[in-house]
T-cell receptor, first 110, second 112 residues
Framework: EDKVVQSPLSLVVHEGDTVTLNCSYEVTNFRSLLWYKQEKKAPTFLFMLTSSGIEKKSGRLSSILDKKELFSILNITATQTGDSAIYLCAGSSGTYKYIFGTGTRLKVLA | DVKVTQSSRYLVKRTGEKVFLECVQDMDHENMFWYRQDPGLGLRLIYFSYDVKMKEKGDIPEGYSVSREKKERFSLILESASTNQTSMYLC???????????FGNGTRLTVT
């Protein structure tokens, strides 16, 4: 059965800390790994990774995929209170199938 | 920018009522999805549609049905609402090329 597991489930840090969020996957016919940030409403897209070993960056956020070990990490450096959110990862298998993890709830304290 | 609009942010319904959740996207996407999100369980797929009038069951279709009469609109129907359907419902769309899924703001449904 396809599954995506995220860890930790929740995390509390102070502003300025660096955090690493983990996502492991077992997805049949894997195509891509997606990261989303969810605050109070719609999950918003962060990254899509399809190739192993290539880091994607956007400001203080970066992510990398390891297709051999079947995992991805999302790094956030110099965290800010605005980074507080649920971070979701999903494995894509074909056009219609997206398997989501349960998310990591990040709280950044001022 | 892609916009996925869900008609209601919050809904309160009584047990046994028929409930309609509406979703509209403005990017001519082929694929549309309905998920429910519950604490500790993540996002679970209820139904998806890859074309007008086409639908496929997801992981938890029981108690739900869907309708896609027009490409831009995908409706989720709770035939007879029950308290265990209290949840956050998220609509999403994607095109077949990019794989990127775009979400609506969600409808928080409470069934009393």
């Amino acid at each position: 059965e396809d599954k995506v597991v995220q860890s930790p489930l929740s995390l509390v840090v102070h502003e300025g800390d660096t955090v690493t969020l983990n996502c492991s996957y077992e997805v049949t016919n894997f195509r891509s790994l997606l990261w989303y940030k969810q605050e109070k409403k719609a999950p918003t897209f962060l990254f899509m990774l399809t190739s192993s070993g290539i880091e994607k960056k956007s400001g203080r956020l970066s992510s990398i995929l390891d297709k051999k070990e079947l995992f991805s990490i999302l790094n956030i450096t110099a965290t800010q209170t605005g980074d507080s959110a649920i971070y979701l990862c999903a494995g894509s298998s074909g056009t219609y199938k997206y398997i989501f993890g349960t998310g990591t709830r990040l709280k950044v304290l001022a | 920018d892609v916009k996925v609009t869900q008609s209601s942010r919050y809904l309160v319904k009584r047990t046994g009522e028929k409930v309609f959740l509406e979703c509209v996207q403005d990017m001519d996407h082929e694929n549309m999805f309905w998920y429910r999100q519950d604490p500790g369980l993540g996002l679970r797929l209820i139904y998806f549609s890859y074309d007008v009038k086409m639908k496929e069951k997801g992981d938890i279709p029981e108690g739900y049905s869907v309708s896609r009469e027009k490409k831009e609109r995908f409706s989720l129907i709770l035939e007879s609402a029950s308290t265990n359907q209290t949840s956050m419902y998220l609509c999403a769309s994607s095109d077949s090329e990019s794989q990127r899924v775009h979400f609506g703001n969600g409808t928080r449904l409470t069934v009393t």
